[in-house]
């Protein structure tokens, strides 16, 4: 597989949205309004620079993307492109795989375990094992000189412009940073003001930590090139056991104002008596354009040559509309009407620590929701690549677990966000990901499992990589791929887009279920699943059990995790088929048939003797209780193939399993911890998932809003945590998924989890199943008033909160209809139609 030599264009428009209807309108404007810039609650701010890179504040644009510190004499501005990764594509599939799997699966059925594992081992791992990873840019460091003593010092993010703001006094004058990653414009840029003229004097540098050459090739220009190589690279190391990086180029361009000067020598740049300085960033590599230096420097050059013949004023605008008309589409409030937030004047690092000394901060939370919808809008845009375990922000050539595509559940947990925070435009990158591992899927399917459609393992890359890699305890589960397919699916459920169905979502639910179904082995007599289908050799991602005689162990066959996985794909591909003219699918017609069948021999759920849901075949004991992974509640969340109301022992058997996690020390990490409030979201315990909210702040929550993975002092930040937390609070106020009677049918819940704590409120703009738009409020625990938009006709089935009834829908010619379910109605709507909703 090439490199591909182009990529989308990125957008440079927006478009406006569509006007709402009158009562839509009128309803708005008695909610909370999106205030203007400076006047925005939606800010993190800060009376002191940070002084470490997790403390810092992430700005981006997809492609681009910078961490401000804000120190006022030595100011470092970390960089990142989305491509710079070390290694290349390369087959690593293991040749010895294809006739190791058969054995294995025998020796696990015989429950010769540990040979079993030791085989798949050798026979099953990639060659290498590792993984390319993906790396930091680099460093700009700005140099000032002494700043002793900063009066008025504000370290800011306005999350509703997406700018970083640093500004203190020193000697009198007042000086003024702003940095912003611009969409519209593809370029950093750092604008650098003082109060008085004249008085603006620093040295400019570039660095990072291995594989770099800096130069300056005019008065006003540096560069910063090299090979992203892997940090442990043996030159000693044959050939196929070597590795190459992506090539990167940046360019750094100074412009000062009539009273400033820009001068280079020997790789430095400084700017001297200036009032107001200007600097631009651009950065391109070899995964973009492979022809050459040339290339990239071409390119490079034409993103700065358009930006610097624009003035700041217009740059910033075209900005913060291009940001704005995504960051504004929604959001949410626990205010009350003319309420202010008490804590308003509170720098943000303090209300955290409010909350881990005990406390509590409900208006805080808003702020982490947006900023949450504000990662994913700065990490991933149409012609982007995916966001990966941080977004875009690493400083490291070497960073934790690579930083790269997760799929067993972090990449999963990065898009949960996006359809719900009204941002589907953004899961385009997800979709050019799974795309990009359909040639190595296939080659995959082929030589381990001899199998038709298409596999990936427990990771991926930007190049699409498919096989096993690290270790036993994710590596052998070969149903990532499966998994991000259902990512096509709810696309579509949350969109109704009929051609995005058709071009894109069925043909890779498509390659999925053919995988499956070739994967998929009848269980032996004597298996705790004779007469089922069951995959394998796989695991429970990451997760041991113990075998009687006390050995811990991870390979198995039919880990749960799996056998719902296969379910939702096949289920998923036969209602995609559904949607088109059957006549147009004819050749698939075998396919349907096969998966129909199986379906019916896949095994049903099974509850251990404590009554956890299993998440093996047999009721192990697991060898850590409590364990980051919570994949065998995939059923519950994100999928609904259990719930309260249609499969409620299955439910409390989910209850079970998270009760005895959290009582063993569980949700470790900030994503473990916010799967778990998605799922207490499920289950309707609004109390129990805000108290795991407060405990994302008290674990896993660092004073800039960074989630952590882990529990240690310094763990490494990620973005999962960061984008599943807020979807964790949409799932406590509005919820749309399979209802009572019919899992083939959705229905909206409206408040299905609101907690105590949360007594009054709004939210706007969330999204549910069926392309719906809808606002809402509530006071004293109890919906009043909802508005609901449609952007395609579909017949909704919607739900009251508990105790609640639906008094009244206007406009008065609507005729909803009783549901089979008592506390459920059916709303026919329209595209472009507004209804309002009232509630007893």
């Not at 940090?231 to 180029?249: A, F």
């Not at 396919?591 to 299993?614: D, E, S, V, Y």
């Not at 937390?725 to 909206?748: C, D, F, K, R, Y």
Request: some cysteine; proline content about 7%.
């Amino acid at each position: 597989m090439t490199t591909r030599t182009t990529r989308r264009r990125f957008l440079t428009t927006s478009t406006a949205a569509a006007a709402a209807l009158s009562k839509r309108a009128a309803f708005a404007a008695s909610l909370p309004s999106t205030p203007q810039d400076n006047d925005t609650p939606y800010k993190l701010f800060f009376n002191q620079p940070a002084t470490q890179w997790s403390d810092s504040l992430p700005v981006g644009n997809g492609r681009l993307g910078a961490c401000v510190f804000g120190n006022p004499s030595r100011e470092r501005i970390q960089l990142n492109e989305d491509s710079i990764w070390d290694g290349e594509h390369r087959d690593r599939n293991n040749p010895k795989a294809v006739e190791a799997v058969p054995k294995i699966r025998e020796l696990l059925f015989a429950g010769k375990v540990a040979e079993a594992e030791a085989l798949a081992l050798s026979d099953m791992m990639s060659i290498p094992r590792r993984m390319p990873c993906y790396q930091t840019l680099g460093d700009l460091h700005l140099d000032f000189g002494p700043i002793d003593t900063p009066e008025n010092y504000r370290l800011e993010l306005n999350l509703d412009t997406a700018i970083a703001t640093t500004t203190f006094t020193h000697n009198g004058t007042r000086y003024t940073r702003e940095v912003f990653s611009s969409f519209p414009d593809q370029v950093i840029v750092i604008r650098l003001t003082s109060s008085t003229p004249g008085k603006l004097n620093l040295i400019a540098t570039l660095d990072r930590p291995a594989h770099f050459a800096t130069a300056a090739i005019a008065s006003n220009r540096l560069t910063l090139s090299g090979e992203a190589l892997p940090v442990n690279d043996n030159p000693g190391l044959p050939i196929k056991e070597r590795q190459v990086g992506i090539r990167y180029y940046a360019e750094l361009l100074a412009l000062t104002d009539l009273t400033g000067a820009v001068t280079t020598k020997d790789a430095t740049l400084t700017i001297s008596n200036a009032t107001t300085a200007t600097l631009f960033i651009d950065c391109t590599t070899s995964y973009r354009y492979p022809t050459g230096e040339q290339a990239m420097q071409s390119a490079v050059a034409k993103n700065l040559t358009a930006a610097r013949v624009r003035t700041y004023a217009d740059l910033r605008s075209r900005h913060i509309a291009d940001h704005q008309r995504l960051f504004r589409r929604a959001e949410i409030s626990f205010l009350a009407p003319g309420e202010k937030d008490p804590n308003s004047a509170t720098p943000t690092d303090k209300r955290v620590q409010c909350i881990k000394n005990g406390g509590e901060d409900i208006h805080l939370l808003p702020i982490y929701f947006q900023y949450g919808r504000y990662m994913l809008i700065s990490s991933s845009r149409p012609g982007t690549l995916a966001s990966n375990l941080q977004g875009i922000w690493n400083e490291s050539v070497d960073p934790p677990w690579g930083s790269k595509y997760t799929i067993n559940i972090n990449t999963e947990m990065n898009y949960w966000l996006a359809n719900r925070a009204n941002l589907a435009d953004l899961n385009d990158p997800l979709f050019d990901l799974i795309e990009n591992t359909r040639p190595s899927g296939t080659i995959t399917a082929q030589r381990y499992y001899k199998a038709r459609g298409t596999v990936i393992h427990h990771n991926t890359d930007i190049w699409g990589d498919t096989s096993p890699i690290d270790a036993l305890g994710g590596g052998i589960w070969p149903m990532g791929g499966a998994w991000l397919s259902l990512h096509l699916w709810d696309h579509f459920d949350y969109t109704h887009d009929i051609a995005f169905l058709r071009d894109r979502a069925y043909p890779r639910l498509r390659d999925n279920a053919l995988f499956l179904l070739d994967y998929l082995i009848p269980a032996p007599a004597g298996s705790p699943y004779a007469g089922h289908l069951i995959t394998g050799p796989s695991c429970s991602p990451e997760n041991k059990y113990k075998l009687p005689d006390g050995s811990p162990h991870n390979l198995c066959m039919g880990p749960t995790i799996d056998i719902e996985i296969t379910r939702a794909v096949l289920t998923c591909l036969l209602q995609a088929a559904e949607v088109f003219d059957p006549s147009v699918l004819t050749s698939d017609t075998d396919l349907h048939t096969r998966a129909r069948t199986a379906l019916t021999k896949l095994p049903p759920f099974k509850i251990g003797k404590a009554g956890n849901l299993q998440e093996w075949p047999e009721d192990y004991v697991e060898n850590e209780p409590g364990h980051r992974h919570i994949s065998h509640l995939f059923a519950l969340f994100p999928d609904d193939q259990i719930t309260p109301r249609r499969t409620p022992e299955f439910a409390q058997a989910c209850r079970t399993t998270l009760d005895r996690r959290l009582a063993a020390n569980g949700g470790s990490t900030g994503w473990s911890r916010s799967w778990i409030i998605n799922c207490m979201a499920r289950l309707e315990d609004g109390d129990a998932a805000y108290q795991n909210v407060l405990q994302l702040f008290r674990q896993s929550t660092r004073s800039n809003l960074f989630d952590v993975c882990g529990l240690q002092k310094n763990a490494p930040f990620q973005v999962d945590g960061n984008l599943g937390g807020p979807t964790g609070l949409i799932e406590m106020l509005l919820q749309s998924h399979a209802n009572s009677t019919n899992p083939n049918l959705n229905v909206v819940r409206f408040l299905p989890a609101l907690p105590a704590a949360w007594p009054t409120g709004t939210f706007r703009g969330l999204c549910a199943r069926g392309a719906l738009e809808i606002d809402l409020a509530w006071h004293d625990g109890k919906a009043t008033k909802a508005v609901l938009k449609a952007t395609s006709t579909h017949t909704h089935r919607l739900a009251a909160p508990k105790g609640q009834t639906i008094t009244s829908i206007t406009p008065p010619g609507s005729k909803p209809v009783p549901a089979d379910a008592a506390d459920e109605i059916s709303l026919p709507i329209k595209t472009g139609e507004a209804f309002i909703i009232n509630f007893a």
